[in-house]
């Protein structure tokens, strides 16, 4: 059984091999105490069986090298998940709701300036954003460990994650609304805009709603096991 203090010794060689990600860092330092343990109940002395674990692991290149497989993975995870939720708004029951926004979306696009629906859109495309933050919260924020006045900083691969997926949304708003400002004038660009057809917009209104309703959805979810 490791002591307290050799504990802490683990954990600071992975702390300075620049372990960028709250997850990995954990992840890895249970690897890590594990091995070291074995290590040392086979005779090996503390510091020979740090080396050799850190040896094993490829030191600092092969922990950058796990981690961002790590994060590949997390990425793809979140993604997976986002798709299933918006997938899964367009069944029954959730169905009806969609059709509702539908009708209503509509009205709004005959009734309201063109200027306020696209600012509807653009207040739905940016909250994919504002739940990213949001998952900050305490109910998800992780213990950050300290010693000898070290303050571990990590960001989450769960918070990256979703922040990228969150990038998406605004991305497609910018290259619908402002894309085509680049190849036309502001007058045609405004002519334009005004000539579009509530059935555009009501589409995308829905479409922002229900990528948002998923997003938050996809939020929700615990972060997945590491592999």
Do not use: C
């Amino acid at each position: 059984m490791l002591t307290p203090t050799q504990q802490k010794e683990v954990r600071l060689t992975l702390l300075n091999s620049d372990i960028r990600y709250y997850e990995v860092y954990e992840e890895l330092s249970d690897h890590y105490l594990t091995a070291v343990d074995e290590r040392m109940q086979a005779g090996t002395p503390f510091d020979q069986a740090l080396a050799a674990t850190h040896q094993s692991f490829g030191k600092q290149e092969g922990l950058k090298k796990l981690e961002k497989s790590y994060r590949k993975s997390a990425i793809q995870h979140y993604r997976r998940l986002h798709w299933q939720e918006f997938k899964e708004r367009f069944r029954w029951p959730h169905m009806v709701l969609i059709v509702l926004m539908g009708v209503l979306s509509y009205q709004l696009a005959e009734l309201l300036d063109t200027r306020y629906v696209i600012g509807l859109i653009f207040a739905l495309s940016l909250s994919p954003f504002l739940f990213t933050i949001f998952a900050g919260s305490k109910k998800t924020q992780e213990p950050l460990p300290l010693w000898d006045n070290r303050v571990f900083m990590p960001t989450t691969l769960r918070r990256e994650a979703l922040s990228l997926q969150s990038n998406a949304s605004l991305g497609l708003f910018n290259f619908f609304f402002f894309g085509s400002k680049i190849l036309m004038s502001e007058t045609q660009w405004k002519e334009m805009m005004g000539q579009l057809h509530p059935a555009l917009f009501t589409a995308l209104l829905v479409f922002s709603f229900v990528w948002s309703w998923s997003f938050y959805l996809t939020v929700q979810h615990t972060r997945p096991k590491l592999t």
